[in-house]
T-cell receptor, first 110, second 113 residues
Framework: KQEVTQIPAALSVPEGENLVLNCSFTDSAIYNLQWFRQDPGKGLTSLLLIQSSQREQTSGRLNASLDKSSGRSTLYIAASQPGDSATYLCAVPSPSKLIFGQGTTLQVKP | EAGVAQSPRYKIIEKRQSVAFWCNPISGHATLYWYQQILGQGPKLLIQFQNNGVVDDSQLPKDRFSAERLKGVDSTLKIQPAKLEDSAVYLC???????????FGQGTRLTVV
């Protein structure tokens, strides 16, 4: 049974700092991994999708990496801004439904 | 391209009442998901459709929850009767097919009092 864990549950950083969010999964037989952003009271916005054949994917200040063998993915946010404050969720399909981590709630202080 | 549409955005009901949520997926997406997200937790799958067939409803409380996607396009999720613990955000998502990139709607925040 696939399980997804995100550490830390919450993170507070000053504006401008580079940061890393972690996601781990128990079954490495995945064919992709998706990172989402969720603002309070809102739905999920897809940030990045990494296929199993890829090692990383980039979008603007965001970079997501995937290491299937170790069951880990990281989301790197460069030069954080207050507008980045939100909850970040990772999810993997198992087999076709998405299994989510609990999320990391990020606060970027001006 | 239009995204996943959900309505209503908010709903407050008393326990034991019934409620229905509606979802219109992205055009051409065969897979539709309903997720329940309790405050502070990650979303949990309630039901997954492929076209108008159910792929997975193993975590749907079938004594009170029902869902349908009759024409393989839009879907409704119903709760009858509601309990206090049903207070959550109900998220609808769609993808081209199961396991591919999923896109979510804005969600419906349900409060049961």
């Amino acid at each position: 049974k696939q399980e997804v864990t995100q550490i830390p549950a919450a993170l507070s950083v000053p504006e401008g700092e580079n940061l890393v969010l972690n996601c781990s999964f128990t079954d490495s037989a995945i064919y992709n991994l998706q990172w989402f952003r969720q603002d309070p009271g809102k739905g999920l916005t897809s940030l990045l999708l990494i296929q199993s054949s890829q090692r990383e994917q980039t979008s603007g200040r965001l970079n997501a990496s995937l290491d299937k063998s170790s069951g880990r993915s990281t989301l790197y946010i460069a030069a954080s801004q207050p507008g980045d404050s939100a909850t970040y969720l990772c999810a993997v399909p198992s087999p076709s439904k998405l299994i989510f981590g609990q999320g990391t709630t990020l606060q970027v202080k001006p | 391209e239009a995204g996943v549409a959900q309505s209503p955005r908010y709903k407050i009901i008393e326990k034991r009442q019934s409620v229905a949520f509606w979802c219109n997926p992205i055009s051409g997406h065969a897979t539709l998901y309903w997720y329940q997200q309790i405050l502070g937790q990650g979303p949990k799958l309630l039901i997954q459709f492929q076209n108008n067939g159910v792929v997975d409803d193993s975590q749907l409380p079938k004594d009170r929850f029902s869902a349908e996607r009759l024409k393989g396009v839009d879907s409704t999720l119903k709760i009858q009767p509601a309990k206090l613990e049903d207070s959550a955000v109900y998220l609808c998502a769609s993808s081209i097919t199961g396991g591919t990139e999923a896109f979510f709607g804005q969600g419906t925040r349900l409060t049961v009092v």
